[in-house]
């Protein structure tokens, strides 16, 4: 029969080696995983375009990125004033934009924006009216499109604290029949 302090120590012996165990199992199995974090293409491409320069014919590919919504918008344009910037000089005109791909015939921008993309409708309270804003596309400024006065006394807390950060709505409809619905509400004198 085993005493106290050896029990102790076997206990103590036991569950280290499962410790290192599953740290040796952890670390197996991360490695056949993806990086979390991608790594940046742009210093390679930058050391492969150092003589290159866009041409007048050039394609320009936006990919902007919405994080709010995680949706990502494409847009394709001409080089037109681009033409004849190298890498070097298409950093420093867009320094916010990532290049993810530079060539002479082409080249790819990518730039990331903590709002909700065009495809999203913002309903936000601002005094007794309920303010519609819409992302300007490749931007991240929002442009108002529609106010809705309401009694502001009519919301409940929770309505007026979610509309003082924006509720967000998939359409301009789905917008229009929540503030209908809200004003139906102070039409009756109905409270939720």
Not at 2 to 23: A, D, E, H, W
């Amino acid at each position: 029969m085993l005493n106290k302090s050896t029990k102790r120590l076997l206990f103590l012996f036991i569950s280290l080696i499962v410790m290192l165990l599953s740290g040796i199992a952890g670390y197996l199995l991360a490695q056949s995983e993806p990086p979390l974090v991608a790594n940046e293409p742009t210093d390679d491409i930058a050391a492969e375009a150092d003589n290159t320069r866009l041409s007048a014919n050039a394609v320009i590919t936006w990919v902007y990125d919405y994080e709010m919504c995680r949706h990502k918008l494409t847009e394709t344009t001409e080089a037109a004033e681009l033409a004849g910037l190298t890498f070097t000089e298409l950093r420093q005109k867009y320094p916010r934009a990532r290049i993810a791909a530079f060539g002479p015939g082409d080249a790819t921008l990518e730039l990331s924006f903590a709002c909700y993309c065009p495809d999203h409708f913002i309903l936000k309270k601002e005094g007794d009216v309920l303010a519609l804003y819409r992302t300007l596309a490749g931007t991240d400024r929002q442009d108002k499109i529609r106010e809705y006065p309401i009694d502001a006394g009519s919301l409940t807390a929770e309505e007026i604290e979610e509309l003082m950060v924006g509720r967000v709505f998939a359409d301009r409809m789905d917008a229009a029949i929540y503030v209908e619905k809200l004003r139906n509400r102070e039409a009756m004198g109905l409270d939720e």
